[in-house]
């Protein structure tokens, strides 16, 4: 008995000091000065799956996991943790989370989605005021006697139209400006062939001012072109070289042959010379170990990696890291 109590203290030691590692590295690698440069804030919540930049306001917008969105305002002395402020929480929509979310600056707005990752019954678009956060629209894309599905990420036209792809049965909606619902995107192409790659499927997308989507299949890696010119919304793969771009998240067009990939690894520069018949991966930047990039975001310049996971109790510490390529 003596024996079988003194075992059970040592494993019970060990297994303190063997869970004790991971969070030392943890600590490690947040106290270490990072390579490049990093908007701090302080937040209420643990997971920003979206943010982006507000250039005329001067703040960051974020996407809260557990349903609303915040903005931080870039304000003080550098290197100062900045604070997150909420601005939205919709109660008739709680229990649903926020997930990607786009500036559409020339109707002053921004288009958000809210789905239900844990059990893909419920998606939906809403738009909000950019000055008075002022809910414009709800528009529900799915419900509990639709198939399964996960409204995911949103990118919007130069007409104010939206679309949001659907993370789980692979498909995009098509929202018009004042928030109908104007028809379903599908396309083999948006379907992996091997099962599992579809557990998560198209994910995240941009508008190219020439008239086309671009869109990427998270676990197949596969990155495509949608054509909206024709009215066909015909679907291309675009051929990678340096690809596929597995594990690729949230989409920033930098310029009209540029183009970022946050994921992992944290963010993938993208280039084409074709008009996005053919790409090259370019370069490659690898962020904090410890953080899951999950967007990009262009501010000054320059691009910027949002976080997943915020860090610290009882306050987190979320991130934006200057991605440097």
């Known amino acids: 008995m003596a024996l079988s109590r003194l ?42 799956e979206c943010g982006k930049w507000d250039e005329q306001n001067r703040r960051f917008i974020v996407a809260f996991f557990e349903g609303g969105i915040g903005q931080i305002p870039v304000t003080g002395a550098e290197g100062e943790v900045l604070e997150e402020i909420p601005v939205v929480k919709d109660v008739d929509l709680s229990g649903n989370a926020t997930l990607g979310i786009v500036i559409d600056r020339p109707r002053n707005r921004l288009l958000a989605v809210h789905g239900d990752p844990m059990g893909n019954r419920y998606g939906a678009l809403a738009a909000y005021d950019l000055s008075t956060w002022k809910r414009l629209f709800l528009t529900q894309l799915s419900g509990p006697s639709d198939e399964k599905s996960l409204a995911d990420d949103v990118a919007v036209d130069a007409e104010g139209n939206a679309y949001v792809t659907d993370a789980k049965a692979s498909k995009i909606w098509k929202v018009g ?20 790659k579809n557990l998560v499927a198209l994910n995240g997308i941009v508008y190219h001012p020439d008239g086309y989507l671009i869109v990427i299949h998270t676990l197949s890696g596969n990155l495509l072109k949608i054509d909206l010119s024709s009215g066909k919304d015909e679907a291309k793969l675009i051929k990678v070289e340096g690809g596929p771009l597995t594990f690729g998240d949230g989409l920033e067009l930098l310029s009209p042959t540029k183009l970022v990939v946050a994921g992992n690894p944290s963010g993938r520069l993208v280039e084409s010379s074709d008009g996005w018949e053919t790409a090259s991966v370019v370069a490659t930047f690898w962020g904090p170990k410890h953080r899951l990039a999950t967007a990009a975001t262009l501010k000054d310049g320059k691009v910027y990696l949002n976080h997943l996971v915020g860090i610290g109790y009882p306050k987190r510490k979320h991130a934006f890291v200057e991605a440097q390529f």
Do not use: Q
């Not at 063997?18 to 804030?41: C, D, F, Q, R």
């Open 7 to 48: 075992c059970s203290s040592r494993f019970l030691v060990f297994l303190v000091i063997l869970s004790a590692i991971p969070i030392g590295i943890i600590i490690s690698l947040e106290l270490a000065k990072p390579p490049t440069h990093v908007y701090h804030y302080h937040s209420t919540g643990w997971f920003r």
């Open 177 to 196: 400006a004042e928030g109908k619902l104007i028809s379903v995107i599908r396309n083999p192409l948006f379907v992996a062939k091997e099962w599992y």
